[in-house]
Nanobody, 117 residues
Framework: QVQLVESGGGLVQPGGSLRLSCVGS????????MGWYRQAPGKERELVAV???????SYADSVKGRFSISRGNGKNTVHLQMNSLKPEDTAVYYC???????????WGQGTQVTVSS
């Protein structure tokens, strides 16, 4: 019923930018918090940014000032604008949705971001 599909990953040089997008299908998104996580090789998955269904945002310290999370008016899309990318940003980025009432969590399949010269 609920599907999350990411796009926008790829290879970018240090200092460059990418914009990730996640499109959700299903009926939960008007009441869901959405976020982006990432997992680098040999590391645990970590929270990058989250946006609540009310529009509040929060970011990991490592990306503050460089990344920006937003969602469309329809609430079923979420974007992650990534600027000033660093090699340490290299990871698989996952879209996440969490129902604000029942707590159910959904994940996208992930999209690879590689920051390298």
């Amino acid at each position: 019923q609920v599907q999350l599909v990411e796009s926008g990953g790829g290879l970018v040089q240090p200092g460059g930018s990418l914009r990730l997008s996640c499109v959700g299908s299903g009926s939960i998104f008007t009441i869901a918090h959405m976020g982006w996580y990432r997992q680098a090789p040999g590391k645990e998955r970590e929270l990058v940014a989250v946006i609540t269904y009310g529009g509040g945002t929060s970011y990991a310290d490592s990306v503050k000032g460089r990344f920006s999370i937003s969602r469309g008016n329809g609430k079923n899309t979420v974007h992650l604008q990534m600027n000033s990318l660093k090699p340490e940003d290299t990871a698989v980025y996952y879209c996440n949705a969490r129902h604000a009432v029942n707590g159910y969590i959904y994940w996208g399949q992930g999209t690879q971001v590689t920051v390298s010269s």
